[in-house]
């Protein structure tokens, strides 16, 4: 059954006929996972673009934060002169956008002018080739986030004139399950629920979080690919919606150093082609733990354990993602798999059908195809050399110190990656080197910026 408000092209002119849409927001998933493109008249739309895919500029896939073309890219550069990629639309990702006037929404892949090859560098390409692997073992990957947000009663606005200081939460006090203070926020995030629910990503819920003003709102799991297009235009929804009712959103995993971060928790697990849980399939029993669970959930589950530090960055890719990381915060600092232990780097939850791993590592910064890519290939290596994990952990895993530990900086996850011969394989040299370089822009960027941090500490005193 078509969830509510999804679209194929045949019901998208039916819509653009009665004159109930005519605006298709057409759009790229970027390196940051922000989505990029046009808005495309709907005629236009149905002449042009629908079958052939719209010109965008390749340095989209090789720029910073502001835009900038980033020298040192093999992909683009001004040596190249900066072409023509083309965003071609997938249908289907076709759906409603409900919370726009008039329009409709669709993903694109990005493809080689030339070749007409998917793009490699392309964050929807890098999931897509993951997701090939995991059919050529038989398997279809499944995935839910569990995305956090802060919401302020400042609108964007506001805050950048504020430097994004003394910002307004919209909640006063500690909100974690509270009704009273989710009734506060509802004429914001209820318009969330229920207008991304109405354009095709079910939603399962929203609560109240941690901190004063911190929500989630969690969307159903789905098919990898089809879980990560969701996210992305969750995000993009929320913050235009937020911004309609004169309010802004933040997705930064630390917007400030005195309240709890904002997490992406994601959930994984593997399916059969005639969909059945491959982690429920002739269990056994888990030493040490209540937990059945079948050959290919152990060694999946192992492969997590095995390659998570070494692609850090792909759940982490800011400087400012490291912030979170903080021991007693919900957030890990140890690489461990726990049974329903949140403070684990992976929890492991349900049982039966519904088992699945929990990886509670990423921020609500991260990039969700470059992170669901990472997760697929550490298990997959996984199932592929009949790892075995480690016994399960039990206690407090901050105190832990004999456990690996989740990189602490952006330099040091870049390091990791670095040396990793395993993310070259599972990914390609081309792959890792331009996301390296994206990488170490980011980095960079930051080295050079004198912060507010600086200034009220070394201004006066030093």
Sequence with gaps: MRERGRLDLTG????????????I??????????????????DFFFEEIAGHGMHVCDYLLACDMEMDPTPGYAFTNWESGYGDLRAVPDPATLRVAAWLDRSAIVLCDACDEASDQLVAVAPRSILRRQIER???????????????????????????????????????????????????AEPVIGRIRRQVNASGIPVEFSKGEWAPGQH?????????????????IYKQAAKEIAAAEGCSITFMAKWDERLAGSSLHIHSSLWTESDEAAFASDPKALPGTPLRGSDTFRWYLAGLLAHARELAWLFAPTVNSYKRYRAGTFAPTRIAWSVDN?????RVVGSGPSLRVECRIPGADANPYLAYAALLAAGLDGIERRLEPPPAFSGDAYRAAELPSVPNTL???????????????????AVIDHLLHFARTERDGFDLAVTDFERARYFERI
Excluded: Q
């Design 25 to 42: 927001v057409t759009a790229l998933p970027d390196l940051y996972g922000r989505l990029v493109g046009k808005r495309i008249d709907a």
């Design 12 to 23: 998208l002119g039916r819509e653009v006929e009665a004159g109930r849409i005519d605006t």
């Design 411 to 429: 330099s040091g996850a870049i390091a990791e990656l670095e040396r990793s011969d395993f993310a070259r394989k599972a990914f390609g040299d």
């Design 216 to 232: 989630e709102i969690n969307l159903r799991y789905a098919p990898a690919l089809e879980m990560a297009d969701r996210h992305v």
């Design 342 to 346: 949140r403070t684990a780097g992976f």
């Design 134 to 184: 995991a059919r050529a073992l038989g398997f279809v990957p499944k995935m839910g986030s569990e995305l956090e947000l802060y919401l302020f009663r400042d609108t964007y606005a506001e805050a950048r004139a504020k430097r994004y200081a003394d910002l307004r939460p919209a909640g006063g006090y500690v909100e974690d399950y509270h009704l009273l203070s989710g009734t506060f």
